[in-house]
């Protein structure tokens, strides 16, 4: 079981975890949405750095989210990479500046453009993932549930999603154990020793027993439900939902106020559009 | 057996079977996208979640098979730790419904029914949903989300189109046959 441990099934101590589910997702939602918005430094970095401080303040596990700090790291910038091979000229039409610094062959050229355009790329990547490592590292599935129905999704949607939680655990044990007894019966599954279309092969003799246990569950788990009556009503309430508290009182006008800018920023950008299309530093010095 | 209209089948039947079934699907593509996938790409994977959403879409419908495909991409991001990527996720949506909808045109693997016909719609749907959800839909909606260059986003849509179209033509048949086949036991009882 690698990396499964980010989410966390019980409440945590720590301020924002103590939030409400509401509060959380209705934050989330809006602050996705600003990240989204522009290319704008002053306004990309504020929230990254927020997002690093929120993001400690939770006092995760440094042991099991290190590993994937460092490939999201690893993964954007290699990213960024293949979009300047791709184009040594990419970012113009957000920049308009064509300054060459280096240039290698006629065709890898870097300019000033786009060595500006694609570091805030990488920065804006790398705030959408911590603010959604640290939603994740807040939440638990039950509140991710009680906060999806409070936004206006029907409950059954946030009881897939609340089921899906609980059940990825049972599966991938299901996986790792029937991997091993197909093992002892001489498969090969080293990545070294076997070709990708060969291991597709044997993928597919394991995923035929998976396939039938996990959907064998599914009468089990929905005639539980049923007796206990679920889909009898149309509303339902959440055991981890309770009223609004001061620190929620605060956020909701902090989301408030974000979303009023998000709503001014894009509005504003639609009737003057903004020329150039990024803020740049050397515009400005 | 009593024929269901062709509306009835798309939406699917919402009770509580399917949202387990759904729930279930989104959980098994989720640690098979995890698990079972071997890197060809940035990004792109030989992954064998995409034979999820033909099972979900061969027991509840393609609406189902949507969500199913769709929410395990977003939890699969989750789990996996590669950050997130909702362009990916309403691709993978597209997708899921396309291929999910076995029962639209008859094949039926809770009752066994899974012909040379079958097989046929099924290959050139599957190739068509990916061309058209990872050639076209998904680059677009990068374009729409992180901004960034047109170019590389259709350039990863494609290998993934293919590796996509690869699992599930080499892997799908495969598997919906025997999950038919297992399926069709004592199909052939006639109630007297």
């Not at chain 1, 999201?72 to 300047?84: E, G, P, Q, S, T």
Request: net charge positive.
């Amino acid at each position: 079981m690698k990396n499964l441990n980010i989410i966390n099934l019980t409440k945590g101590e720590t301020f924002l975890h103590q939030l409400t589910g509401t509060t959380k997702v209705r934050l989330f939602a809006v602050l996705m949405v600003y990240v989204m918005m522009s290319f704008d430094l002053p306004i990309i970095l504020p929230l990254f750095v927020f997002s690093i401080i929120s993001i400690i303040s939770l006092k995760p596990h440094w042991k099991t989210i290190q590993p994937l700090i460092f490939f999201v790291v690893f993964l954007n910038v290699l990213n960024i990479v293949l979009y300047w091979l791709a184009n040594p000229l990419c970012g113009l039409e957000y920049t308009g500046d064509q300054t060459i610094l280096f240039a290698y062959t006629d065709y890898l050229i870097v300019t000033r453009g786009t060595l500006w355009f694609l570091s805030i790329r990488l920065l804006k990547m790398l705030t959408a993932f911590s603010t959604s490592l640290a939603f994740i590292m807040s939440i638990t599935p039950s509140e991710l549930a009680a906060g999806l129905t409070n936004i206006g999704f029907p409950y059954k949607l946030g009881s897939i999603v609340e089921i899906a939680f609980r059940y990825i655990p049972d599966i991938s044990r299901d996986y790792e154990n029937i991997a091993v007894s197909m093992q002892c019966r001489g498969l090969e599954l080293d990545a070294k020793k076997t070709k990708p279309i060969e291991r597709l092969k044997q993928m597919v003799i394991i995923l035929i027993p998976l396939i039938v246990t996990s959907f064998d569950r599914v009468g089990n788990i929905s005639n539980a439900m049923d007796l206990r009556g679920f889909g009898k009503g149309k509303k339902r309430s959440y055991y981890s939902e309770y009223p609004e508290r001061r620190n929620d009182k605060i956020f909701k006008l902090i989301y408030c106020l974000i979303a009023l800018f998000c709503a001014y920023y894009i509005i504003s950008g639609f009737i003057t559009p903004r020329v150039p299309k990024m803020w740049i530093y050397w515009r400005c010095l | 057996m009593k024929k269901e209209s062709f509306g009835k089948i798309l939406l699917g039947k919402w009770d509580t079977k399917t949202i387990v079934g759904v729930a279930i699907g989104i959980a098994l593509f989720a640690v098979l996208m995890v698990y079972g996938s071997i890197t060809v790409f940035t990004n792109t994977n030989l992954s064998l979640a995409m034979l999820v959403p033909i099972i979900v879409g061969g027991l509840f419908g393609p609406l189902p098979a949507a969500l199913a495909c769709g929410l395990g991409n977003v939890l699969a991001d989750l789990i996996g730790g590669w950050g997130f990527w909702f362009d990916w996720s309403i691709g993978n949506a597209l997708l899921g419904f396309i291929v999910g909808s076995l029962k639209l045109y008859g094949a039926n693997i809770d009752e066994g029914v899974f012909d040379v016909k079958h097989m046929v719609i099924y290959a050139i749907l599957a190739v068509l949903g990916n061309v058209l959800a990872f050639g076209f839909v998904t680059p677009i909606f990068t374009k729409l989300i992180f901004g960034g260059e047109l170019e590389i986003s259709i350039a990863q849509g494609w290998v993934a189109a293919v590796s996509n179209s690869t699992v599930l033509l080499v892997a799908g048949i495969p598997i919906l046959k025997a999950l038919a086949a297992r399926n069709a036991r004592g199909t052939n009882l006639t109630k007297e």
